[in-house]
């Protein structure tokens, strides 16, 4: 159960994550009014390059979605999904997790059964991609 519950923590890390991620492209984009938007931004108005700062991350854009590095190293990966919404697998998880001063590994059984305690919090959007309840 020990196992869980540090898995579990490190779910509420990575969305805590993302809020203080989102917290920083407000404050350095004032006109964004969701974080997947930054997306577009950077690829069809091109006026934010694919790499670069915001606030206290690096970032670089991938695919449908964006990884964020901290100042301290910490790795939060995120997608977006069609509607805007972030979302993210247990590899990316994984790599939050390993990432972290302190790193910590735990199984994707272990993170399964954390997402799954966190519902209704956290919804599963299609089999193994999480998204935050809206």
Do not use: K
């Amino acid at each position: 159960m020990e196992r869980v519950a540090s898995a579990r923590d490190l779910v509420l890390g990575y969305v805590h994550a993302l809020n203080a991620i989102e917290e920083a492209m407000r404050a350095a984009i004032p006109s964004l009014e969701r974080p997947a938007d930054f997306l577009g931004l950077v690829r069809w108005r091109r006026i934010i390059s694919r790499s670069g700062r915001i606030g206290a991350y690096s970032y670089t854009v991938h695919g449908t979605g964006c990884c964020f590095v901290s100042d301290n190293g910490t790795e939060i990966d995120v997608d977006f999904a069609t509607d805007g919404s972030e979302v993210f697998d247990l590899w990316r998880l994984r790599g939050y997790g390993l990432s972290l001063p302190g790193p910590l590994d735990v199984t994707d059984q272990d993170l399964r059964a954390a997402v799954h305690s966190l519902q209704p919090f956290l919804t599963e959007v299609q089999p193994g991609w999480f998204s935050l309840a809206g």
